[in-house]
């Protein structure tokens, strides 16, 4: 299994980006769906996250901002960021909870990541 984002890219305050994911390989089901990103020199933090049944989640610095989105036939889950701030500067991940058709539990994947910056 393989996640693959794109979209990132350079941007100026007040900006929009869409990103997108794609998962692939031999997948029997998907179950959450989701983006973290990662500043210098900080953690990794949930941005949002996304249910097979597109119940969503938000870290509290992107509500409103911010929109996850799923297309469950593609294995796809996209992150449209509206209004940026030089705080969103970080690079984003994809992360999905993906159970393969060879095992009978689910594993988490991730991405490798796309670089986002905001200038002011």
């Known amino acids: 299994v393989q996640l693959q984002a794109s979209g990132g890219g350079s941007v100026q305050a007040g900006g929009s980006l869409r990103l997108s994911c794609a998962a692939s390989?031999?997948?029997?089901?998907?179950?959450?769906m989701g983006w973290y990103r990662q500043a210098p020199g900080a953690q990794r933090d949930l941005v949002a996250s996304?249910?097979?049944?597109?119940?969503?989640s938000y870290g509290d610095s992107v509500k409103g901002r911010f929109t996850i989105s799923r297309d469950n036939a593609k294995n796809m889950v996209y992150l449209q960021m509206n209004s940026l701030k030089p705080e969103d500067t970080a690079v984003y991940y994809c992360?999905?909870?993906?159970?393969?058709?060879?095992?009978?539990?689910?594993?988490?994947?991730w991405g490798q990541g796309t670089l986002v910056t905001v200038s002011s």
């Open positions: 992360n999905a909870v993906i159970q393969k058709y060879s095992i009978g539990y689910a594993l988490t994947y």
């Open positions: 390989g031999s997948i029997f089901s998907i179950y959450v």
């Open positions: 996304i249910t097979s049944d597109s119940s969503t």
